[in-house]
């Protein structure tokens, strides 16, 4: 593909991205829960620092992401740069298994149905039969910029495809080496709702932390959500 989707001047302030709580900020680390003393537990912290793919990156040690691409000194940098740092092993919509993105979605409805479908998936991989709940705290962010827009575009139908990313990888890898700052999609999971894949940390801006949802899942069932 060596055409590019056209680019429209978005200005979107509050788009929701949900991140489940045990990641959040302020979350105590799970590793707290399984150390014997506080001997164990810096042994513990060390061996995870060792493979941690942000902080790896924050030393200029991951080679999807550059330290100069990476934020810090605002608030809520570390979940920014763990969004470009910590990729699926088999990548996501516009972004491969090396470099992530921050996904968004314009409506808070369209970000409980894109998180809703990929951990129903997650949950199918491993067959499970008893309701699973799990918490997630809604980030906000707001983007001002110039982004390829796949909103009308018919030409890019094949990036929209619900089952495959083969066809959005490779033009996320085309628009990445084309300095793109990200593009704006209608959603797949979510009809008439819009997401924002940003390729860059820089161009998150003004990220804070709103709700926190409660989501159930039961199989056979669309998740049940509510206020935590």
Not at 104 to 121: C, D, L
Not at 197 to 213: M, S
Request: glycine share 8%; charged share 25%.
């Amino acid at each position: 593909m060596t055409v590019s989707p056209p680019v429209s001047l978005v200005r979107q302030f509050d788009t929701h991205r949900l991140i489940p709580s045990k990641y959040s900020d302020n979350n105590d680390s799970v590793l707290t829960r399984i150390a014997d003393d506080d001997a164990h537990l810096k042994d513990i912290f060390d061996l995870d620092h060792a493979t941690n793919d942000r902080l790896l990156a924050e030393n200029d040690r991951l080679p999807g992401i550059g330290l100069g691409e990476l934020v810090f000194g605002v608030p809520y940098y570390r979940i920014i740069n763990a969004a470009f740092c910590h990729a699926h092993p088999h990548g996501s919509r516009f972004n491969g298994p090396d470099r992530g993105a921050w996904y968004g979605g314009f409506e808070i409805e369209t970000s409980i149905a894109e998180v809703g479908f990929h951990k129903r998936v997650e949950l199918a991989e491993v067959s499970w039969t008893k309701p699973v709940l799990v918490t997630y705290d809604d980030y906000l962010a707001d983007f001002t910029g110039s982004f390829h827009d796949l909103r009308g575009a018919a030409a890019f139908a094949a990036c929209l495809d619900p089952e495959s990313y083969i066809e959005s990888q490779r033009l996320s890898q085309q628009l990445l080496s084309e300095n793109s700052l990200g593009l704006v999609y209608p959603s797949v999971r979510h009809e008439g709702g819009t997401c924002i894949a940003c390729f860059r940390p820089a161009v998150v801006g003004n990220v804070r932390k709103d709700r926190t949802l409660r989501f159930t899942f039961e199989v056979g069932a669309d998740p049940k959500v509510e206020p935590a």
